[in-house]
């Protein structure tokens, strides 16, 4: 587990959190997130913990280093926006919770990431979800539309493996994933792989 905040008394809280549950090891505490990346890439964590204060919502900073990929995030934050939510989703996030979260929730969501679930906490994911449209004077997508494999692949994005990831896990090429990506976006009516995996969502394919 790698943890960072900017806050000293926030960090010191995440470290006992941490340091008092067996089934978690601290490999590292970080001073905010700037240098998040390359730690993650030297220590190797399982999960990286993040706290972010309000006037410090690093995510939407170009200046900042994506978190490599294959390392699961949990962030802490109060009132994310739906575009912040969506940027830090792509950025690796695998559980986005409010700060002031008790530590069975954290704990839940450090263990869920490290699973390779998506979790968020129910606001975070009504004010995603209202970012999507609904499409006027078309039919709502049904479960019927997509193909048992079709299926798959979303609750896979869902995990935020990548083309090659999922290629390798279902035995099959990159160009057919990339086929049924291209599919699943068709059938829902998405633009992005986000806005597919906030459809699943809403129709009980995807679980969080």
């Known amino acids: 587990m790698l943890l960072a905040a900017a806050s000293t008394v926030r960090r010191a809280g995440l470290e006992t959190l941490v340091k008092k549950t067996p089934l978690l090891k601290l490999a590292g505490s970080l001073h905010g997130p700037l240098a998040i990346a390359q730690y993650a890439a030297q220590l190797q964590p399982d999960v990286v913990l993040l706290d972010f204060e309000n006037e410090n919502r ?4 170009a200046a900042l280093p994506r978190i490599p990929s294959g390392f699961p995030v949990v962030a802490l934050i109060d009132e994310p926006s739906a575009d912040w939510t969506a940027h830090a989703l792509r950025s690796g996030a695998r559980a986005i ?17 490290y699973a390779g679930f998506v979790l968020l906490d129910p606001e975070v994911t009504q004010n995603l979800a209202a970012r999507i449209p609904a499409p ?18 979303l609750r896979m994005l869902a995990e935020g493996l990548g ?21 699943i976006l068709d ?8 806005e597919a995996v906030i459809m699943g969502i809403r129709m009980g394919i995807i679980l969080l």
């Open 58 to 61: 690093s995510f939407e900073s």
């Open 97 to 113: 919770l409010p700060r002031d979260s008790g530590m069975d929730e954290i704990l839940s969501a450090i263990q869920a990431a």
């Open 136 to 153: 006027a004077a078309q039919p709502s997508p049904a479960l019927d539309d997509l193909t048992p494999r079709e299926i798959e692949v």
């Open 163 to 183: 083309n090659r990831e999922m290629a390798a896990r279902l035995g099959i090429s990159d160009h057919t994933v990339k086929f049924h990506i291209s599919s």
């Open 187 to 194: 059938k829902l009516g998405a633009a992005t792989r986000t």
